[in-house]
C-alpha cells in the first residue's frame, strides 16, 4: 500500500466532499428517517460503488489516455460543468 497516496487521495476527497451535494442529502435523509445507522450504511455502499467505478474506469483509461491528458480532459469537463450551472442549463 503506497499510504502517501493513500493520504493524498483521502485529503482531498475529504475537502471536496465537504458541503456537497451527497453531503446534504445524508442530512436530509438522517433528519428525515431519524435512522443515522442505515443512512450512513447506505451512504458509504453507495460512495463505495462510484468510488470503485471510477478506479477501474481510471485504470481501464489510464492504460490508453496518458495521465497528463486525463487530468486536462477533467478540468474541461469541470470548467464546461461550471458554466452550464453558472447559466442555469445544469
Not at 453531503?23 to 450504511?41: C, D, E, G, N
Not at 467505478?53 to 469537463?77: F, M
Amino acid at each position: 500500500m503506497d499510504w502517501k497516496v493513500f493520504a493524498a487521495t483521502f485529503a482531498l476527497l475529504f475537502v471536496a466532499e465537504l458541503g456537497d451535494k451527497t453531503q446534504l442529502a445524508v442530512i436530509s435523509m438522517t433528519s428525515k428517517h431519524q435512522k443515522p445507522a442505515a443512512v450512513f450504511l447506505g451512504a458509504i455502499s453507495a460512495l463505495a460503488a462510484v468510488t470503485l467505478l471510477g478506479v477501474l474506469g481510471g485504470q481501464a483509461l489510464g492504460r490508453v489516455v496518458p495521465a497528463a491528458v486525463l487530468q486536462r480532459i477533467a478540468a474541461a469537463a469541470f470548467v464546461v460543468l461550471g458554466v452550464l450551472m453558472w447559466f442555469g442549463v445544469l
